[in-house]
């Protein structure tokens, strides 16, 4: 017995940490990384001027994790998991970019998610398109 992922007779499984992947899973990493450090610091020092932007900004820190832990697992179960965090990602980005241009007083400072990411060259807006991409592309396909 082998220790790694079983697969269907006949199909072919790409790898979600493979090739492209592992960019993907770097970019994710560095966003994990900015967005949780920069929402613990707001949390901590700065809570009470926008409880809402930072709290999200937190959130999504934590999306940012758990799509790296898992896009980088690559297993099936991590897939699922990868899969739900980049579509909440991808919701969150939208509605709050969507939110913060339409009624900007309620996000009196900067979330990640703000205006579709604007602070990070809208990268928060592209990443989980290219996440959900790259999901699609390595899904396990039976000839």
Do not use: C, D, H
Request: charged content about 10%; proline content about 6%; overall charge positive.
């Amino acid at each position: 017995m082998t220790g790694g992922p079983t697969q269907p007779t006949g199909s072919t499984v790409r790898k979600t940490n493979s090739g492209a992947g592992r960019a993907l899973v770097a970019v994710y990493g560095i966003f994990a990384i900015a967005a949780t450090a920069r929402a613990g610091v707001q949390l901590i020092t700065k809570f009470e001027q926008a409880p809402l932007a930072y709290l999200l900004s937190a959130l999504a820190g934590l999306i940012y994790i758990v799509a790296t832990i898992t896009l980088a697992r690559g297993t099936r179960a991590s897939r699922r998991l990868a899969l739900i965090a980049i579509i909440i990602e991808l919701v969150g980005v939208v509605v709050v970019g969507t939110l913060s241009v339409v009624e900007p007083e309620a996000f009196p400072r900067a979330t990640v998610w703000s205006v579709y990411g604007i602070g990070y060259g809208f990268v928060p807006l592209v990443l989980p398109i290219l996440g959900l991409a790259w999901l699609w592309y390595t899904r396990p396909v039976t000839p």
